[in-house]
């Protein structure tokens, strides 16, 4: 393929300097293969890609980095901050640092490890697993068939999306306008905030769901469970369903000073079946909570 | 043979047809030929007297609810070599007694994806495989759960949408899968 944009390079000798150096136009497409290499990605500060331990092509405003086939060390690659970025492996596991524009990764069964991202995100993988940390950006989707996603410390304006088919979903300290978050066979936990104008959603068909929320929430969550049951550490008032919230096991009153706790509501010992709507606070923010088989958990932020 | 009931009629035919008339014939046959004839059933028709109705009848509901059962135990479901079509087996089945038609044609594509993915499997590492392999596991024993429990309540508008989206999901995952594969192939 031939190097249209390619404007400097540069072999380079020494197990710490880049193999090869070309410099891009801002807000340049670059796509990463590879088979087995592992991936390390670090975005930097000027309009340059480096590489090391890969091979670099450039067509017109794409620039092409890949591994050479059978081979499993790993890249290391420096990136532009305008750059967007296209990553697939197979088993290799990608490991990224820093914010591009628009970042998309896939793999079959390598990790995925993104650490002070943001922008427009997208991760894909079949089977290896997915942690994103200290995450600012205006959305990101996570989609994982049978690896567990976990994020930490995430702040987006707009859109977070994370599934897992069969593994849980993991997420903490996490505020976003809008949220879904899902498993089939394993656990969702959700600790984070409630923006009130914002729209959650979360769903797990064998695993439990388990909310950690502010004790100040102020939301409107409507619960669906058909075998699981419902605890609520945060007292609501019901909307609709059922006549009684079911609330979790009242803490004995504390002694002294002649005033005790008023008991709260009996806990049901379990819920069959239900269908109804809780309401916190001002009942702000819009939260689905929907199980087949698992239990259904709402617990105060300590 | 394939007509045009839009083309005109042929003036000349038309008369023709103007000019019949029906003719009755000059005796009443029917109360001569109406004794003569026995009853008919159409070919293949099986006739049950009332203890062998009984009978078969009892019959079949064993069948069913020992099927159900089946169904609802997953790991009753014997294992088959390949993943896809272990699994289109039990969704099959599962979705069979839905009688939807969109959660049947849901499961016709669904059908689709899994030949497709079975052609792929074998280039795939085991880590892979296997993590496809119990992620559809999984799906399909959603798909059984929320198909027993539309069987269950049939009028529960909340049965069948659990079915449909599980159905949703299992098409999703299955053409991303494809999709990845196909890739990798």
């Known amino acids: ?302 | 043979m394939a007509t045009n009931h839009d083309d005109p009629i042929d003036p000349r035919l038309a008369e023709a047809i103007a000019t019949l008339r029906d003719t009755p014939p000059s005796d009443d046959l029917w109360p001569e030929i109406a004794p003569r004839l026995a009853p008919r059933h159409p070919a293949g028709t099986l006739l049950l007297r009332w203890p062998t109705a009984i009978a078969a009848g009892l019959v079949i509901a064993t069948a069913s609810i020992g099927g159900t059962l089946l169904l609802l135990r997953g790991d009753a479901v014997a294992p088959a070599p390949s993943t896809a079509q272990a699994s289109l087996a039990t969704t099959a089945n599962a979705v069979a007694a839905a009688h939807t038609p969109a959660d049947q044609a849901l499961q016709r594509a669904i059908g689709e994806l899994e030949g497709r993915l079975a052609l792929a499997e074998g280039s795939l590492d085991a880590t892979t495989r296997d993590g496809i392999r119990a992620s559809l596991d999984a799906l399909d024993r959603a798909i059984a759960d929320a198909a027993a429990r539309q069987r269950a309540t049939p009028d529960d508008a909340r049965s069948a949408h659990y079915l449909t989206s599980a159905l949703q999901k299992k098409l999703e995952v299955l053409r991303t899968l494809t999709r990845r594969t196909a890739i990798r192939t």
């Not at chain 1, 393929?1 to 150096?21: E, I, N, Q």
């Not at chain 1, 296209?86 to 993104?114: C, D, K, P, Q």
């Not at chain 1, 009684?244 to 379990?270: D, I, N």
């Open chain 1, 1 to 302: 393929m031939p190097a249209t944009f390619l404007l400097a390079a540069a072999a380079l000798s020494g197990v710490a300097t880049p193999d090869t150096v070309v410099r891009l136009r801002s807000g340049a497409s670059i796509e990463i293969h590879s088979a087995m290499c592992g991936i390390m990605v670090r975005v930097g500060t000027e309009e340059r890609l480096s590489v090391t331990g890969g091979s670099i092509e450039v067509d017109g405003g794409t620039a092409e980095v890949n591994c050479a086939w059978g081979q499993s060390s790993v890249m290391n690659i420096t990136v532009p901050p305008s750059s967007r970025l296209e990553v697939s492996s197979v088993s290799g596991a990608v490991t990224l640092n820093g914010v591009t524009e628009r970042l998309e990764v896939n793999t079959m069964n390598g990790a995925i490890r993104l650490t002070n991202g943001g922008g427009r995100t997208t991760l894909e993988t079949v089977a290896g697993t997915v942690t994103v940390t200290n995450y600012r950006g205006v959305s990101l989707a996570v989609d994982a068939v049978a690896g567990v996603v976990t994020m930490e410390d995430v702040e987006v304006t707009g859109r977070l999306s994370a599934e897992s088919i069969n593994a849980g979903v993991r997420l903490r300290g996490v505020r976003a306008q809008s949220v879904s978050a899902s498993s089939v066979n394993a656990s969702v936990d959700f600790a984070g905030s409630l923006r009130p104008d914002g729209n959650y959603a979360f769903e797990s068909h064998n695993g439990s769901i388990t909310l950690t929320l502010p004790g100040s929430t102020s939301a409107r969550l409507r619960v669906s469970s058909v075998m699981g049951d419902f605890e609520t550490e945060i007292q609501g008032t019901l909307a609709s369903g059922p006549r009684q919230a079911p609330t979790a096991t009242p803490e004995p009153p504390r002694p002294g000073r002649g005033r005790t706790t008023p008991p709260a509501p009996p806990v049901p010992p379990r819920l069959d079946e239900s269908d109804f709507t809780i309401v916190y606070g001002k009942g702000e923010a819009r939260v689905t909570v929907d199980s087949f088989n698992g239990p259904i958990r709402v617990k105060v932020a300590k």
